[in-house]
């Protein structure tokens, strides 16, 4: 059974990024049949996909065209895992942010990571 | 974009009652809809895949139909549990898209 773990910062300063890490265990982030994506919760915005980074013969991402010029998602081999970098972060950034597994429906989440942007 | 619309925004059951969630698409994402529930403080979890395909682990009671743009999400006989947040997903375009949801609540 995969499982999903998160960490990174709970809080950023407006202006700065915001960094996340996903490590994966029961699956490669190499996989060929599953993606690996960002989601984000706010109670003004919903559920909100970022982003996905996924492996067909080569690497490919995918990003929500609202946040495309600040989203940067990486998958690292080494360590099967990856990673969600979001520059120039507003209030509005504020959220529950989840890192999952899936290639259209999610079946893996992992625990969520509220970041709060704040001064 | 393809936009999600479930409705009603709260659906308020008794215990042991039936359920029925609406979902609508902006477009025709044939059966590519998931549904997941949600509790406070937890991540969704999945509950059908392909409209109507029960995720592993999912009880009977929970029932997925519809293709096209008009999908529901029927519980057969409310369990204390059961009461959360539903919310549907299309994965027919990208991005994939979340409707708004929609809470069950005791009556």
């Known amino acids: 059974q995969v499982q999903l773990q998160q960490s990174g910062p709970g809080l950023v300063k407006p202006s700065q990024t915001l960094s996340l890490t996903c490590a994966i265990s029961?699956?490669?982030?190499?996989?060929?049949?599953?993606?690996w994506n960002w989601i984000r919760q706010s109670p003004s915005r919903g559920l909100e996909w970022l982003g996905r980074?996924?492996?067909?013969?080569?690497?490919?991402?995918d990003y929500e065209v609202s946040v495309k010029s600040r989203v940067t998602i990486n998958p690292d081999t080494s360590k099967n895992q990856f990673s969600l970098q979001m520059n120039s972060v507003t209030p509005e950034d504020t959220a529950v942010y989840y890192c999952?597994?899936?290639?259209?429906?999610?079946?893996?989440w992992g625990q969520g990571t509220l970041v709060t942007v704040s001064s | 974009e393809i936009v999600m619309t479930q409705s009603p925004a709260t659906l308020s059951v008794s215990p042991g009652e039936r359920a029925t969630l609406s979902c609508r698409a902006s477009?025709?994402?044939?059966?590519?809809l998931a549904w997941y529930q949600q509790k406070p403080g937890q991540a969704p979890r999945l509950l059908i895949y392909?409209?109507?395909t029960r995720a592993t682990g999912i009880p009977a009671r929970f029932s997925g139909s519809g293709s096209g743009t008009e999908f529901t999400l029927t519980i057969s006989s409310l369990q204390s549990e059961d009461f959360a947040v539903y919310y549907c997903?299309?994965?027919?375009?990208?991005?994939?898209?979340f409707g708004g949801g929609t809470k069950v609540e005791i009556k």
């Open positions: 999952t597994r899936g290639a259209g429906a999610i079946d893996s």
């Open positions: 029961g699956d490669s982030v190499s996989s060929s049949s599953a993606a």
């Open positions: 980074t996924y492996y067909r013969s080569k690497w490919y991402n």
């Open positions: 477009q025709s994402v044939s059966s590519d």
């Open positions: 392909g409209a109507s």
């Open positions: 997903q299309q994965y027919n375009n990208w991005p994939p898209g």
